[in-house]
């Protein structure tokens, strides 16, 4: 008996299950259209899956979308590790990691788009501060900031505004690739904001909360 057609409109699956394939299709549609704006059908067709295929390894949605969020959490602690070069003086590491985080950023903008839409759309709203999903990442890469003499008297706070406006600044460099080549002068754009933020990140390790 010859197998049952395919309906035209539905392609064939992809061989692959792995469910790491799933969140990383998901990490991009979360990216681009944020949490409300991506559906569990949208991931299931650009996987060509059904719906209870996706969910049968996820359960919810939300599920899903915590797995994206603890990828994103996984590469930024990952960036933050391998900045942290013992042998190295403290502005060293700052610096090894700000133009890492960029380099990635400029590769693969989708973390730093997730997050910013993690932001506005603030799904966790009343809950508790402990469960946000880069909390110790940031205590880890504040932890490195006040490891400078200049900021070991500093106040959490302000180390926490001074990794704030760095991260900020790269990642909204970042997703503004696919505009800023357009404009006029752009040429060499990338280099000089990398030294920007070498010297920024130099001057924030040896002044402190003043630079």
């Known amino acids: 008996m010859p197998p049952a057609s395919r ?5 064939a699956p992809r061989s692959t299950n792995r469910p790491d394939e799933f969140v990383l299709a998901a990490t991009q549609l979360f990216a681009n259209r944020g949490y409300h704006g991506a559906s569990i059908a949208n991931i299931a067709d650009e996987l060509r899956l059904t719906k ?8 919810s949605k939300d599920a899903l979308y915590e797995r994206v969020l603890e990828g994103v959490a996984d590469r930024m602690m990952l960036m933050l590790m391998e900045a942290q070069n013992p042998d190295a003086a403290p ?16 590769l693969n903008p989708a973390d730093s788009r997730l997050i910013l839409r993690e932001l506005l759309d603030d ?3 009343g809950q508790p501060a402990e469960r946000w999903f880069l909390r110790p990442f940031l205590q880890e890469l504040m932890a490195m900031v006040q490891d400078a003499p200049a900021w070991r008297a500093a106040p959490p706070a302000a180390a926490l505004a001074a990794v704030c406006d760095l991260l900020g600044a ?19 754009a990338v ?8 010297k920024r990140v130099r001057d924030l390790a040896s002044h402190g909360p003043q630079s």
């Open 7 to 11: 309906p035209a409109d539905r392609p």
């Open 52 to 59: 209870q295929a996706l969910l049968h390894h996820f359960g």
């Open 91 to 106: 502005e060293q590491r700052l610096e090894t990691f700000f133009e890492t985080y960029l380099d990635e950023g400029l």
């Open 123 to 125: 799904r966790q709203e």
């Open 170 to 188: 790269i990642s909204y460099f970042a997703m503004s690739q696919p505009v800023l080549p357009r404009l006029p002068g752009q040429a060499g």
């Open 191 to 198: 280099e000089a904001f990398r030294a920007q933020i070498r």
